[in-house]
Each structure stands twice: as structure tokens, then as C-alpha cells.
């Protein structure tokens, strides 16, 4: 019998749509770091993300709210 293990391609669109979830629902925060993430990432996925975003200039401590897409803002 053979286990077959089925692995996510975490790109860094799918990491900033996990990121933008997590906070809208308020489970993370902005403020928080991008490491915290790891705790909504399977253990043996965590190794790619780290790599996606430390190809995209991210570094683990940087917060949440780099990460985040830019939020547009109407005129007050």
C-alpha cells in the first residue's frame, strides 16, 4: 500500500488571499508579523511559503499589512 501525500502550490497571490481572510474574519492582525501565519499552514507546506516569500523580498518578521494587497480608500 503506497501513501500519497497531496501538496498546495502556495504562490504568493494564494499566501496574500490566506493573509486578507485571516484578517478579515479577525484572526490574525495586521500588525502581527508574517510568521504568525505558519499556524494556518500545514507544518510541511510552511517550507515553500517561506521560500515564496523570501522570493518576493518578504521576510518573516515583516507584519501582516505588507503582505496585504493595497486597500483603496474613497474620498472622506
Partial sequence: MTST??????????I???ACELVASGTIG?????YSLCQYIPAREWNSVEQELE????????RIIDL??????TSD
Fill in 5 to 14: 501525500l497531496i501538496t498546495t502550490r502556495y504562490t504568493i497571490d494564494t
Fill in 16 to 18: 496574500r488571499n490566506e
Fill in 30 to 34: 495586521r500588525n502581527q508579523p508574517i
Fill in 55 to 62: 522570493d518576493y523580498g518578504y521576510l518573516l518578521r515583516d
Fill in 68 to 73: 496585504l494587497y493595497s486597500e483603496s480608500w
